[in-house]
């Protein structure tokens, strides 16, 4: 099971100037730290001036629906469910 959505999480993340958005390479929540496997898809969205990223991604065999908060620079989980299979 995967991080509860508003939950806090750590991230390893990827900064280019060239891309962009940042590129999670692990997580670590409740102690625990996972690689990201694939990051299936990026969403940018505003509230107001603020931007936010979300990012839909599997990481140690789950699912996860992660938030970016860019002007605060913190992530959260947006949602997650373990991955079937």
């Known amino acids: 099971m995967g991080p509860s959505a508003g939950e806090a999480v750590e991230v390893e ?8 958005h940042p590129r999670p390479l692990s997580l670590r929540w409740r102690g625990r730290r996972v690689s990201v496997e694939k990051i299936h898809l990026v969403h940018e969205a505003w509230e107001g001036d603020s931007r936010f990223l979300f990012y839909s991604l599997t990481a140690g065999g789950t699912f996860l629906e992660l ?5 605060r ?4 989980a947006a949602a997650g469910s373990q991955a079937e299979g």
């Not at 938030?67 to 002007?71: A, K, T, W």
């Not at 620079?73 to 959260?76: E, G, I, L, S």
């Open 13 to 20: 993340a990827f900064f280019s100037p060239s891309a962009l």
């Open 73 to 76: 620079a913190r992530w959260t």
């Open 67 to 71: 938030r970016y908060d860019s002007e």
